[in-house]
């Protein structure tokens, strides 16, 4: 019942810019916290970025001054604005929610991923 979907991947060139969009669906409570990590072909996954429900944010060195990540509670959605691009950001992109939910009448919590999203950094 609770859905994660990553959009906003794409192809740009190094230098570009790109905004990724993470929401959550579902009979929710509240999502705690929305994390976004990356996984590139022959690379263990790696954090990216964080941001709890409290709007408190984490980042990677590696993205640091040129990522920013935000939050929409209302909406229960987190975006990931990319900015400078270089061809070590090329990766699938993936989210993760930290979720209370409900079924029926019994309270759960858990972490749920998205499917992921391609951005590619073009030489």
């Known amino acids: 019942?609770?859905?994660v979907m990553e959009s906003g991947g794409g192809s740009v060139q190094p230098g570009g810019s790109?905004?990724?969009s993470c929401m959550v669906s579902g009979n929710i409570v509240r999502v705690n916290k929305m994390t976004w990590y990356r996984q590139a072909p022959g690379k263990a996954r790696e954090f990216v970025s964080s941001i709890t429900h409290g709007g408190i944010t984490h980042y990677a060195n590696s993205v640091k001054g040129r990522f920013a990540i935000s939050g929409d509670n209302a909406a229960s959605t987190a975006y990931l604005q990319m900015t400078n691009?270089?061809?070590?950001?090329?990766a699938v992109y993936?989210?993760?929610?930290?979720i209370l939910w409900?079924?029926?009448?019994?309270?759960?919590?858990?972490?749920?991923w998205g499917q992921g999203t391609q951005v590619t950094i073009f030489t």
Do not use: W, Y
Not at 94 to 98: G, M, S, Y
Not at 102 to 110: C, F, K, Q, V
């Open 1 to 3: 019942q609770v859905h």
């Open 102 to 112: 409900r079924e029926n009448t019994i309270p759960m919590s858990g972490d749920f």
């Open 85 to 90: 691009l270089k061809p070590d950001d090329t």
């Open 18 to 20: 790109l905004t990724l």
């Open 94 to 98: 993936q989210c993760q929610a930290a």
